[in-house]
């Protein structure tokens, strides 16, 4: 019977989420659970007036030497002197988050990446775009400020995007700070078991893996994002998993030193998640820290989601 079967898959993955997901967290992930509330009506609310820069330097207070001086974790748009009405944490943010927003009275938007298609935020090339134009207008027109949180978040102790992915899918009590980037599973699961896992738990629909879906995993390296083939590369070469677990790739670097290594006889297998459905839980660990720093200001996560179609 092949493997790829829908049933074969629905019975793993019930007994692969019943065996998986505990609940005990992990020494050092206290007061980090991932909560998935609905948005929250944006508005007036009683309490004290807070500012964009009181929730930038709250946030960067628990990031060991921030802020940085070489970062790209600065404000994209509007003053952070502004009183905040609500705050949207999300991965993009496109021009459908940003009306998403402002229809929820929001006026505070944290990225984990970048607003204006470029790693740096550079706008000179941009000058007179049109894309760029009427994305900066929408912004400025509603009072929208925007600063990203990307090398912060990343360098949070434990890293917040890793701990909301480790989250989602149950894995807390198999974390440990000195290896964060290393799962060693108490019993082996199936390849075709874990990815059934991670796409119910992340909400994704389509993966790209390569290796034997019958294969046993147990140890695992979860490396969510967009980090460069080198490190992808030396992480498998300084824990030998089983399965690699990625956000994306370059795919003339991480996929073939995969491929090369299987060919060699190494039980090795790859799961790649998509970029932004692989950080997007780290959006939603944001939330949860902001709703703690400050239970009065309305905070949600909007998820910028999938970026392509699929045939």
Same mark, same amino acid.
């Given at each position: 019977?092949?493997?790829?079967?829908?049933?074969?898959?629905?019975?793993?993955?019930?007994?692969?989420?019943?065996?998986?997901?505990?609940?005990?967290?992990?020494?050092?992930?206290?007061?980090?659970?991932?909560?998935?509330?609905?948005?929250?009506?944006?508005?007036?609310?009683?309490?004290?007036?807070?500012?964009?820069?009181?929730?930038?330097?709250?946030?960067?207070?628990?990031?060991?030497?921030?802020?940085?001086?070489?970062?790209?974790?600065?404000?994209?748009? %509007? $003053?952070?002197?502004? &009183?905040?009405?609500? =705050? /949207?944490?999300?991965?993009?943010?496109?021009?459908?988050?940003? +009306?998403?927003?402002?229809?929820?009275?929001?006026?505070?938007?944290?990225?984990?990446?970048?607003?204006?298609?470029?790693?740096?935020?550079?706008?000179?090339?941009?000058?007179?775009?049109?894309?760029?134009?009427?994305?900066?207008?929408?912004?400025?027109?509603?009072?929208?400020?925007?600063?990203?949180?990307?090398?912060?978040?990343?360098?949070?102790?434990?890293?917040?995007?890793?701990?909301?992915?480790?989250?989602?899918?149950?894995?807390?009590?198999?974390?440990?700070?000195?290896?964060?980037?290393?799962?060693?599973?108490?019993?082996?699961?199936?390849?075709?078991?874990?990815?059934?896992?991670?796409?119910?738990?992340?909400?994704?629909?389509?993966?790209?893996?390569? %290796? $034997?879906?019958?294969? &046993?995993?147990?140890? =695992? /390296?979860?490396?969510?994002?967009?980090?460069?083939?080198?490190? +992808?590369?030396?992480?498998?070469?300084?824990?030998?998993?089983?399965?690699?677990?990625?956000?994306?790739?370059?795919?003339?670097?991480?996929?073939?030193?995969?491929?090369?290594?299987?060919?060699?006889?190494?039980?090795?297998?790859?799961?790649?998640?998509?970029?932004?459905?692989?950080?997007?839980?780290?959006?939603?660990?944001?939330?949860?820290?902001?709703?703690?720093?400050?239970?009065?200001?309305?905070?949600?996560?909007?998820?910028?989601?999938?970026?392509?179609?699929?045939?």
């Amino acid at each position: 019977m092949p493997i790829r079967r829908r049933d074969f898959l629905s019975a793993s993955l019930a007994a692969l989420t019943g065996s998986l997901m505990a609940r005990t967290p992990a020494p050092g992930t206290e007061g980090l659970a991932l909560g998935k509330a609905a948005p929250e009506a944006f508005g007036d609310h009683p309490g004290r007036t807070v500012t964009v820069q009181q929730v930038i330097d709250a946030l960067q207070a628990d990031v060991p030497g921030a802020p940085f001086a070489d970062t790209v974790d600065t404000i994209k748009c %509007g $003053d952070p002197s502004t &009183p905040v009405r609500g =705050i /949207v944490t999300t991965m993009f943010p496109t021009d459908e988050i940003i +009306q998403k927003a402002i229809d929820l009275g929001a006026n505070f938007i944290i990225p984990h990446e970048p607003t204006f298609f470029s790693g740096g935020d550079n706008v000179q090339w941009l000058a007179d775009d049109p894309v760029y134009k009427y994305k900066r207008g929408l912004l400025e027109k509603n009072g929208i400020v925007i600063w990203r949180f990307h090398d912060g978040l990343h360098a949070h102790q434990p890293d917040g995007v890793r701990m909301g992915v480790i989250q989602a899918v149950g894995w807390e009590p198999y974390f440990s700070a000195g290896d964060p980037s290393l799962i060693n599973l108490p019993s082996a699961a199936s390849l075709a078991d874990l990815i059934a896992l991670f796409k119910k738990s992340l909400g994704i629909e389509h993966v790209k893996y390569i %290796g $034997d879906l019958a294969q &046993p995993c147990s140890r =695992i /390296v979860v490396c969510p994002g967009a980090y460069n083939g080198r490190t +992808q590369m030396n992480l498998i070469q300084q824990y030998r998993p089983e399965l690699f677990i990625c956000g994306e790739i370059r795919e003339w670097e991480t996929n073939q030193y995969v491929l090369d290594a299987r060919y060699s006889g190494q039980k090795i297998s790859l799961l790649i998640l998509g970029h932004s459905l692989s950080e997007e839980p780290g959006l939603e660990w944001l939330r949860t820290q902001l709703k703690i720093k400050f239970p009065e200001v309305p905070v949600t996560h909007l998820p910028s989601g999938d970026p392509f179609q699929w045939e």
